[in-house]
């Protein structure tokens, strides 16, 4: 297989796809035997290994590590220090983490083969969907495709977005043109730094090319239904942009105006009719099917947390249109593709290639109870990639060409079934997250560190937080954190809560989460203004009541830090006596 299978062509991806799960073992075997190869004489290797490339010696000595470990390293590479400390290939790029380590996000090491890998991941996903769904070919697809802004370390090297790596390499602008990779939107606007300009120009592209659109999507599912709800808010600006046949002048990039001329060369009154009927007759039930006629499915990444946003997909879409998770990957390394993808949403598996990295599990014995950072994991405990078991829970390790090393990726998957030799994995959730709405992830500890702070202003004014809890509202577009209060008076003939407080509660709350949050709310603005619901007296203690009558030992209740929709929420909500919402952005600087 050429260079692990990177650069297979199209029509017989599916041929050397099959080869690669029918040999996942060897394929494992080689992969880890190429990475100690190469990068053996690294000074993080040959602490354990004194330059072996012997996997055993690997398997025995390496040990298995957090971004604590890890961090350091990238600190040096970032100042000056040659890539050779971590790997024999040159890092070339950072990529930003969703995940946080003390409030600011992790950096991965990238090197340039690490885009070829990407590459043939995604080269797949038509040929699988080609499987199911016919006339792919015959139209073309509205993918929402955003940049973030990069930065560069004191030495030079760019910090920014896997994403933003991908869509601003040669692989994805020089990409060979064909029926399967037509997108409506014009790459200058994929690349427009300004989010809010972007998204308006590829909604006027898409609502222009209506009648060729088969395929609607966005990366996360979050990001969809954010451009969604910025159509509803700005449909009769783009539709006023289709009569005239010119752009609206708040689009102030100079590569999207040019870039947009041609789809505004003339005026085009009879669709701007047909768009604004549409648009302005009642709910929006539906109202994809209705934009987008011929459309055939939905793409985006929908497991995990963007599972919170499939009632809201279902609701536009009228439940009509499938809703289609392609593929699994991260930061760190690319993992594997949903080869049922007209499965439910909930029901998606995906199969690991194993080409993409050397991949070992830790066994989660204790249900999914995960260890956490601080605890050391043993060797003995690893399980390699061929050897998981149905059914059985594992936390997610890898071992990758551009310098990670038994690092933990903090994702918890389950096995539910292999495909040849490659196991298939539904993925569970991550690492003690409890709070997620975009590519922000708010774990229990920083969530109570930032209610511990505000709570601290009540105390000032002589009232305490009994109790708390909290919530991710996605009922509406850009959803937000949610936080039930339960709160009691210290003193007698104490006055009433100034809801000026309650505000700065809010504020103080934001101002503690990490750089990923704040830049969602301040920057993205992908994530909506936190919310705190004041709950009447006892409010806990009947959500006590109700968990222990489900099951719930009341020797060992504890007051879950997030709860799900269902009985809990609505009976919370019962309780709600007043709502504040965070009057201003977080500060965020880049």
Request: charged share 25%; net charge negative.
């Amino acid at each position: 297989m050429d260079n692990n299978g990177l650069g297979c062509k199209r029509n017989d991806a599916l041929q050397e796809l099959e080869l690669l799960t029918v040999n996942a073992k060897e394929a494992q075997q080689h992969i880890l035997t190429e990475i100690l190869d190469r990068n053996q004489a690294s000074e993080y290797l040959s602490k354990f290994m004194n330059r072996s490339t012997n996997t055993s010696t690997f398997k025995r000595n390496v040990p298995v590590v957090t971004y604590d470990v890890v961090q350091p390293y990238i600190a040096r590479i970032s100042t000056g220090e040659d890539s050779s400390i971590i790997s024999g290939d040159r890092i070339v790029e950072l990529l930003r983490s969703s995940g946080t380590s003390r409030g600011e996000p992790r950096l991965m090491p990238a090197i340039s083969e690490d885009l070829d890998r990407r590459t043939y991941l995604y080269s797949l996903l038509m040929p699988i969907m080609n499987k199911y769904v016919s006339g792919l070919g015959e139209g073309k697809a509205m993918y929402l495709l955003f940049v973030k802004e990069e930065t560069l370390t004191n030495s030079g090297i760019p910090v920014r977005s896997v994403l933003t790596s991908y869509y601003k390499s040669p692989h994805f602008l020089h990409r060979k043109h064909d029926t399967y990779n037509n997108y409506t939107s014009p790459d200058e606007v994929i690349l427009c730094p300004d989010s809010q300009q972007s998204m308006y120009c590829q909604l006027l592209c898409g609502l222009v090319e209506r009648q060729h659109v088969l395929r609607l999507g966005a990366v996360f599912a979050s990001a969809f239904l954010r451009s969604i709800s910025f159509l509803e808010k700005h449909w009769c600006d783009l539709v006023s942009d289709i009569r005239i046949g010119k752009l609206n002048s708040s689009v102030t990039n100079t590569e999207c105006r040019l870039a947009m001329e041609g789809f505004l060369a003339l005026p085009n009154p009879e669709l701007a009719d047909e768009l604004e009927e549409i648009c302005s007759c009642g709910p929006w039930k539906g109202i994809l099917g209705r934009l987008w006629p011929k459309v055939k499915y939905i793409e985006a990444v929908l497991t995990g947390t963007m599972a919170q946003y499939i009632p809201m997909l279902e609701f536009y879409s009228g439940g009509r249109i499938p809703l289609v998770c392609t593929m699994y990957a991260s930061s760190e390394s690319y993992f594997g593709v949903n080869l049922r993808p007209l499965c439910k949403p909930t029901d998606v598996s995906y199969t690991i290639l194993p080409n993409m990295a050397y991949f070992e599990f830790i066994p989660l014995e204790d249900g999914l109870r995960v260890t956490d950072d601080e605890e050391v994991v043993g060797n003995e405990k690893l399980v390699s990639l061929v050897d998981v078991k149905v059914g059985c829970y594992y936390e997610l390790v890898v071992t990758t060409f551009s310098g990670l090393y038994r690092y933990r990726v903090g994702d918890v998957l389950q096995v539910t079934g292999f495909y040849n030799r490659a196991p298939q994995f539904k993925f569970i959730c991550r690492r003690n997250v409890i709070l997620s709405i975009d590519t922000d992830k708010t774990n229990e500890e920083d969530l109570h560190k930032s209610v511990t702070r505000a709570k601290k202003m009540l105390e000032d004014r002589n009232h305490i937080l009994l109790e708390y809890t909290s919530y991710p509202d996605t009922s509406t577009v850009p959803g937000h954190y949610v936080l039930f209060w339960e709160i009691k008076s210290t003193c007698e003939g104490t006055k009433p809560l100034d809801p000026q407080l309650l505000e700065s509660c809010c504020v103080s709350v934001e101002e503690s989460l990490d750089y990923i949050y704040r830049r969602c709310r301040a920057h993205d603005k992908s994530v909506g203004p936190l919310e705190i619901r004041l709950v009447e007296a006892g409010a806990f203690d009947a959500l006590m009541d109700l968990l222990v009558s489900q099951g719930s030992s009341i020797n060992q209740y504890k007051t879950p830090r997030c709860i799900e929709s269902g009985l809990a929420l609505k009976l919370l909500n019962t309780k709600v006596t007043a709502s504040f919402f965070s009057p201003r952005d977080p500060e965020w600087v880049m």
